[in-house]
T-cell receptor
Framework: DAGVIQSPRHEVTEMGQEVTLRCKPI?????LFWYRQTMMRGLELLIY????????DSGMPEDRFSAKMPNASFSTLKIQPSEPRDSAVYFC??????????FGPGTRLTVL | GDSVTQMEGPVTLSEEAFLTINCTYT??????LFWYVQYPGEGLQLLLK?????DKGSNKGFEATYRKETTSFHLEKGSVQVSDSAVYFC?????????FGQGTRLTINP
């Protein structure tokens, strides 16, 4: 299995631009999680899905952030408009249970 | 609410030294407990877990014992290697999600 796939691996954009991060979970996993990691705030859970349905989005920082999972093999995290404070590494993880989550390599986002 | 508190980092040791990274949790009941590891430039991966009191999780020479009396799950390794340099996260299972500690950065010098 290829593991969790995230794209792009690096993204540099300017403030105000729309950013879309993509994730392909491991086949057969029915949980998908989006996390954000920064030096200041550590690892934060943004949102997670079960069977493509958003279950808990309480970690989404504000309305500029949105996430979708149109099918079992694809999810997006969108930031519109982006701000410099959104700069972070964004991880997608998938699992067949809550316990053992398999993380992707992350997308390093820099907003100038 | 549920939370996990880890030993402040960074931690720097010499190769073959003994390692302990402290972790305590607060929760109602007895949640499953985990250690995840993040190597440079990668995502987190599960290192070990314990699902009930007195269980010992082990993997790659690392061990941690679920202590309900002290609500702790300290990570230990008898002889660390340079390749163990990474960030280590303690976590507990909350309601339908994992609750992570802040992470402890470990550097092993040759």
């Amino acid at each position: 299995d290829a593991g969790v796939i995230q794209s792009p691996r690096h993204e540099v954009t300017e403030m105000g631009q729309e950013v879309t991060l993509r994730c392909k979970p491991i086949s057969g996993h029915d949980y998908l999680f989006w996390y954000r990691q920064t030096m200041m705030r550590g690892l934060e859970l943004l949102i997670y899905f079960n069977n493509n349905v958003p279950i808990d989005d309480s970690g989404m920082p504000e309305d500029r952030f949105s996430a979708k999972m149109p099918n079992a093999s694809f999810s997006t995290l969108k930031i519109q408009p982006s701000e410099p404070r959104d700069s972070a590494v964004y991880f997608c993880a998938s699992s067949s249970s809550v316990d053992e989550q398999f993380f992707g390599p992350g997308t390093r986002l820099t907003v100038l | 609410g549920d939370s996990v508190t880890q030993m402040e980092g960074p931690v720097t040791l010499s190769e073959e030294a003994f390692l302990t990274i402290n972790c305590t949790y607060t929760a109602t009941g007895y949640p499953s407990l985990f250690w995840y590891v993040q190597y440079p430039g990668e995502g987190l991966q599960l290192l070990l877990k314990a699902t009930k009191a007195d269980d010992k999780g082990s993997n790659k020479g690392f061990e941690a014992t679920y202590r309900k009396e002290t609500t702790s799950f300290h990570l230990e390794k008898g002889s660390v290697q340079v390749s163990d340099s990474a960030v280590y996260f303690c976590a507990q299972r909350g309601a339908q999600k994992l609750v992570f500690g802040q992470g402890t950065r470990l550097t092993i010098n040759p």
